[in-house]
């Protein structure tokens, strides 16, 4: 079991930047593909971005390519997301996911379908 707790949402406005962050515990971390997904109310859940076992390549929804940066430290077994130059669509519940992808450590995947473990959730809400 991986526990995930997230962190770092709340209330910006447009143009603005956040940082969220993933804390993982239980197994260890650094084994598992980790990624962000995004879900608004009455959607369905959106890819964000991912980070791959080795941390060496990451993948990015086109709607937050160049805006968004995904990182991991895995001293401190947590994932972040930078957000720079958020705009209104960003709003939503931001879930930070784990999965097991392998032995390919270079792996990183574009889609969540294979993710395992899932937090709570924290809002994240642009404003115009």
């Known amino acids: 079991q991986v526990q995930l707790v997230e962190s770092g949402g709340g209330l910006v406005q447009a143009g603005g930047s956040l940082r969220l962050s993933c804390a993982a515990s239980g197994r260890t971390s650094s084994n598992y593909v980790m990624a962000w997904v995004r879900q608004t109310p009455g959607k369905e859940r959106e890819f964000v971005a991912a980070i791959s076992r080795s941390g060496s390549r990451t993948s990015y929804a086109d709607s937050v390519k160049g805006r968004f940066t995904i990182s991991r430290d895995y001293d401190k077994a947590t994932v972040y997301l930078q957000m720079n130059s958020l705009i209104p669509d960003d709003t939503a519940v931001y879930y930070c996911?784990?999965?097991?992808?392998?032995?390919?450590?270079?792996?990183?995947?574009?889609?969540?379908?294979?993710?395992?473990?899932w937090g709570k959730g924290t809002l994240v809400t642009v404003s115009s």
């Open positions: 996911a784990a999965g097991y992808m392998g032995f390919n450590s270079n792996y990183v995947p574009s889609t969540y379908h294979d993710m395992t473990y």
